[in-house]
């Protein structure tokens, strides 16, 4: 404890109370060139400093008989002030040895997450295969063979099983009309659960859109590849559908949709996509997967659309936001359109090529609609070409010609654009389009009536007996033919 006395010549001196009665030498008055408060401050911080060091010293010298003079001092009785100068001084060396004698804290931490990791890896490794030296993945490798055989017992021979049954029972004409009652009670509750759900749960159609739309896609992807007929995958209803699932995920991720997209995907879905149900003639057959499917790609859009729209599921000022539908707008529509036109054309003429030469029995949708002398559309388009003297009196449609091809890839285009006359209308009125809907729905079930009454009864003998020679051919290893009577597809 020091008591300092500051003169005016900036000297102090140090009175030290001790029991001892140990003398000390007082430090020197000094000097200061520049007698500033902060210099005075520093000289007496050092001078505590200094004697704070002698203190300790002092006090860990050890005395004649052994003891330290800080012993001696703790073992008699002290004055307050000398209790507070001892008790500082052994704090600051307990202190000080103890930072001295551990190690860094990051070596300290290292070394316990290693050792932790080795622990959990040992432990681990015991109790998932039974050795604490035994890896994991070198028990996977042992069993990884267990495994594909277990996988193969229990799932693969009862398909395999399956797979015969159906074989040896696809030949039999009872088989094949069961087939087709299932197929019927499929094709009615399919219709059925998107109308309600549409109606009392408009919120969920998209979701409903979407697993259907997979399953339809999937399963018509795998009846088409084995009639040669999985090029019609490519086209534009299929695009169509494409842009409506970037609707559906746009709203599902961010709760809103981008103006432009559902303007594009509105103007095909509500367009050239459901005015083909009038002009193809679609019908809902419900014995038929194909032509249900078809129905379902065709009109399934248009009502997502319908359904994204209400205040369920967009905000009223969402959709509000996206009006007016502009000139501008059916321009974004036309180059999607023709975007998808020009990547049909790449992949047929240019990737697939060859593909299509080395067989002739593949069918895509223009050299169905060029072969199909029978569909109105094609006789529409051949009389005009006559017209405008583009084709001789007596030439018909050669799929495999660049006329033909021009001619239609021509024609679809003036389709789509008339065929999209209609849409502002819809556009602006809900209740329109949801008319809209119903009269394309309405004209399915009218189309399937027609067929059940007048064709139907003629034709669905004969079918099961193609069907069955078919089978009866696949099964016999003879080469699949697609030259019969073709369904209407898209």
């Not at 001790?18 to 000289?43: K, V």
């Not at 890896?121 to 890896?135: C, H, I, L, M, N």
């Not at 509500?270 to 014995?287: E, K, M, N, P, Q």
Request: aromatic residues 10%; hydrophobic residues 40%; proline residues 4%.
């Amino acid at each position: 404890t020091h008591t300092h006395t500051h003169k005016h010549k900036h000297t102090h001196t140090h009175i030290h109370t001790n029991t001892n009665t140990r003398t000390r030498t007082h430090t020197p008055p000094r000097t200061r060139t520049e007698p500033t408060e902060l210099c005075t401050m520093e000289s007496i911080m050092l001078d505590d400093l200094g004697d704070l060091g002698n203190d300790l010293l002092h006090g860990l010298m050890p005395n004649a008989d052994g003891a330290s003079d800080h012993d001696e001092r703790n073992s008699e009785p002290q004055s307050p002030t000398e209790l507070v100068t001892n008790s500082t001084s052994t704090e600051y060396v307990e202190q000080r040895t103890t930072w001295s004698a551990s190690p860094p804290p990051l070596n300290t931490i290292t070394t316990t997450l290693r050792k932790s990791q080795q622990q959990f890896a040992t432990e681990v490794r015991k109790r998932v295969t039974g050795d604490p030296k035994k890896r994991v993945r070198d028990l996977v490798r042992e069993k990884l063979p267990q495994v594909g055989h277990l996988v193969r017992e229990r799932v693969e021979a009862p398909l395999v099983r399956l797979h015969r049954v159906y074989t040896q029972k696809r030949t039999e004409e009872g088989f094949i009309k069961t087939l087709d009652k299932c197929a019927f009670v499929g094709g009615v509750l399919a219709s059925h659960i998107a109308s309600a759900v549409l109606l009392r749960f408009p919120r969920m159609f998209p979701y409903l859109y979407l697993a259907m739309y997979i399953l339809l896609f999937t399963t018509k992807g795998l009846m088409y590849y084995r009639l040669k007929m999985h090029l019609f995958l490519l086209d534009f209803c299929y695009m169509c559908n494409a842009l409506c699932i970037a609707v559906v995920a746009q709203v599902a991720l961010t709760g809103t949709f981008s103006c432009l997209l559902y303007k594009i995907a509105f103007v095909h879905a509500t367009g050239c996509v459901g005015v083909a149900i009038l002009v193809w003639r679609f019908s809902l057959v419900f014995h038929s997967f194909d032509k249900v499917s078809s129905v379902l790609i065709h009109v399934l859009p248009s009502a997502c659309l319908y359904a994204i729209r209400q205040p369920e599921i967009v905000s009223q000022d969402q959709c509000e936001a996206c009006f007016p539908m502009t000139v501008g707008d059916f321009g974004y529509a036309m180059l999607a359109w023709a975007a998808w036109q020009a990547g049909y054309l790449l992949i047929t003429e240019v990737i697939l090529a060859g593909y299509l030469e080395s067989d002739p029995d593949i069918v895509t949708s223009l050299r169905y609609l060029a072969l199909d002398t029978k569909n109105p559309a094609q006789r529409v388009v051949l009389k005009c070409c006559r017209k405008l003297r583009l084709m001789a009196k007596g030439e018909q449609f050669d799929p495999f010609t660049w006329k033909t091809k021009i001619v239609m890839v021509c024609s679809q285009f003036v389709f789509t654009v008339l065929s999209s006359l209609h849409v502002p209308f819809l556009f602006y009125s809900a209740s329109a389009h949801a008319l809209a809907i119903v009269v394309l729905y309405m004209a399915t079930v009218f189309n399937g009536g027609s067929f059940y009454i007048e064709v139907f009864s003629q034709r669905y003998t004969a079918s099961v007996a193609k069907r069955k020679q078919r089978a009866q051919g696949a099964q016999n290893g003879e080469p699949h033919s697609t030259k019969h009577d073709h369904e209407e597809h898209d």
